[in-house]
């Protein structure tokens, strides 16, 4: 059984920095297409940067480019992402995802969800 454990998340000012990891267990990264996705109170998960398995194909939403930066360890079976000058408009719940067949920006599509960690951006 594939599991997906996110760490990283917190309060920060705005302008500040974190960063989050996703730990895969049960399965080999590189097997995946993997994304991140968050969901702020009231709004629907958005998919945040999206990675084929192959590396081909990367989806990378406008609202964070230039500020968020992604990579993958496979060593380590991890996954992260970087976010710098985070902004309030941040502040959601954020996930990591393995999908196993197909590159997709669709939350409901994927396979495999961590459980969650909150990130909140102060003004």
């Known amino acids: 059984q594939v599991q997906l454990v996110e760490s990283g998340g917190g309060l920060v000012q705005a302008g500040g920095s974190l960063r989050l990891s996703c730990a895969v267990s049960?399965?080999?990264?590189?097997?995946?297409?993997m994304g991140w996705f968050r969901q702020a109170p009231g709004k629907e998960r958005e998919a945040v940067g999206v990675?084929?398995?192959?590396?081909?194909?990367?989806y990378v939403a406008d609202s964070v480019k230039g500020r968020f930066t992604f990579s993958r360890d496979n060593a380590k079976n991890t996954m992260y992402l970087q976010m710098n000058n985070l902004k309030p408009e941040d502040t959601a719940v954020y996930y990591c995802?393995?999908?196993?067949?197909?590159?997709?920006?669709?939350?409901?599509?994927?396979?495999?969800w961590g459980q969650g960690t909150q990130v909140t951006v102060s003004s």
């Open positions: 049960g399965g080999t990264i590189s097997s995946y297409n």
């Open positions: 995802a393995a999908r196993t067949i197909y590159f997709s920006t669709t939350s409901g599509q994927y396979d495999y």
């Open positions: 990675f084929s398995r192959s590396g081909i194909s990367t």
